[in-house]
């Protein structure tokens, strides 16, 4: 109740409006894209508590040091090690297997520069789980916020991700230079 009322009274004093499809009905991998700054995090959260979403989401392991792990933890955080992803995911793959149902948000485009492709980390977990995609966005341009369409992956990683490119075309995140265009390395191969 109290995060429904955070943010409902962020909604009502911030810049940025909610403008959403209705919450996924069930567990569902949540993008959140364009990351292009800390703040995407505040929305990211607004969004969830607002919708009644029980998320996790993935951050680098540095943001779980000293006093802020319990407080990241808390808020649905899950360490990954960059030097080891795949352990990450494998493991977010076996808590799903277990029944434990929860919306995963990732940021496929990984930190907020220098990359050149998304990570897919999103898609092995969604076609290892079968759970759905979910869209969500943070769009500059028209200071929006929210979540798109839901939908199954089809194991066709290009056609999927053309898909996924007409949805966030028009979109900016907060820093818009630090765009990263929705592209795997993996596209031609079959999952």
């Given at each position: 109740?109290?995060?429904?009322?955070?943010?409902?009274?962020?909604?009502?004093?911030?810049?940025?409006?909610?403008?959403?499809?209705?919450?996924?009905?069930?567990?569902?991998?949540?993008?959140?894209?364009?990351?292009?700054?800390?703040?995407?995090?505040?929305?990211?959260?607004?969004?969830?508590?607002?919708?009644?979403?029980?998320?996790?989401?993935?951050?680098?392991?540095?943001?779980?040091?000293?006093?802020?792990?319990?407080?990241?933890?808390?808020?649905?955080?899950?360490?990954?090690?960059?030097?080891?992803?795949?352990?990450?995911?494998?493991?977010?793959?076996?808590?799903?297997?277990?029944?434990?149902?929860?919306?995963?948000?990732?940021?496929?485009?990984?930190?907020?520069?220098?990359?050149?492709?998304?990570?897919?980390?999103?898609?092995?977990?969604?076609?290892?789980?079968?759970?759905?995609?979910?869209?969500?966005?943070?769009?500059?341009?028209?200071?929006?916020?929210?979540?798109?369409?839901?939908?199954?992956?089809?194991?066709?990683?290009?056609a999927d991700m053309d898909r996924i490119r007409a949805f966030y075309a028009d979109k900016a995140g907060l820093r818009p230079h630090r765009r990263v265009e929705p592209r795997l390395r993996e596209e031609g191969r079959a999952y």
């Amino acid at each position: 109740m109290l995060r429904s009322l955070l943010a409902r009274a962020f909604w009502l004093v911030s810049p940025w409006n909610l403008s959403t499809q209705p919450a996924p009905s069930r567990p569902t991998v949540l993008i959140g894209a364009p990351h292009t700054s800390n703040w995407d995090f505040a929305l990211m959260l607004a969004i969830a508590w607002r919708l009644s979403i029980d998320i996790r989401w993935m951050g680098k392991k540095s943001l779980f040091r000293g006093w802020r792990g319990p407080l990241m933890r808390a808020l649905g955080g899950i360490a990954v090690d960059r030097e080891d992803p795949s352990r990450t995911v494998a493991e977010v793959v076996a808590r799903v297997r277990t029944g434990d149902g929860f919306g995963l948000v990732i940021t496929p485009d990984g930190t907020r520069s220098g990359h050149t492709h998304w990570k897919s980390g999103f898609y092995r977990i969604a076609r290892e789980t079968g759970l759905p995609v979910t869209l969500g966005y943070v769009d500059r341009s028209t200071m929006t916020s929210g979540l798109g369409p839901t939908f199954e992956l089809s194991g066709d990683v290009g056609a999927d991700m053309d898909r996924i490119r007409a949805f966030y075309a028009d979109k900016a995140g907060l820093r818009p230079h630090r765009r990263v265009e929705p592209r795997l390395r993996e596209e031609g191969r079959a999952y």
